[in-house]
Nanobody, 121 residues
C-alpha cells in the first residue's frame, strides 16, 4: 500500500517561510503530475501549485511570486517552498500525485494526510 508522507507544516509569523515536503512511503514506478492543494474548514479544496514530470509548473494566482513548487524525480519527492506567508495562506495542505506502481500498470491518485500551516498576523 502506498501512502504519501507529508512534512514541514507548522506555525509561522506573517512574512515568514515554510517548506513542505511529500514523498510516497511505498514502491512507485512512475509519477506524472505532482500537486499541492489546500483546504480551509468548510471550504472546497483548492489547487495551489502543480508540477509535471518535466517540471512545467502552474500556480494559484494568489501565491504566484511567493510559492515555488519543485520535485526530485530520483527521490519521488515534491516540495512547496512558501515565502512571504500571509494569514490567508493558513490551511491544511495536501499533496497529490498520479502514479503507477509498476511498468504497464495504470496510474492511480494518491493523497497525503494533510499538514497544517498556521500563519499568525
Amino acid at each position: 500500500q502506498v501512502q504519501l508522507v507529508e512534512s514541514g507544516g507548522g506555525l509561522v509569523q506573517a512574512g515568514g517561510s515554510l517548506r513542505l515536503s511529500c514523498a510516497p512511503s511505498g514502491s512507485i514506478f512512475y509519477i506524472s503530475n505532482m500537486e499541492w492543494y489546500r483546504q480551509l474548514p468548510g471550504k472546497q479544496r483548492e489547487l495551489v501549485a502543480s508540477i509535471s514530470r518535466v517540471h512545467i509548473t502552474n500556480y494559484l494566482d494568489s501565491v504566484k511570486g511567493r510559492f515555488t513548487i519543485s520535485r526530485d524525480n530520483a527521490k519521488n519527492t515534491v516540495y512547496l517552498q512558501m515565502n512571504s506567508l500571509k494569514p490567508e495562506d493558513a490551511a491544511v495542505y495536501y499533496c497529490h500525485i498520479r502514479a503507477a506502481r509498476g511498468p504497464g500498470t495504470s496510474q492511480n491518485d494518491y493523497w497525503g494526510q494533510g499538514t497544517q500551516v498556521t500563519v499568525s498576523s
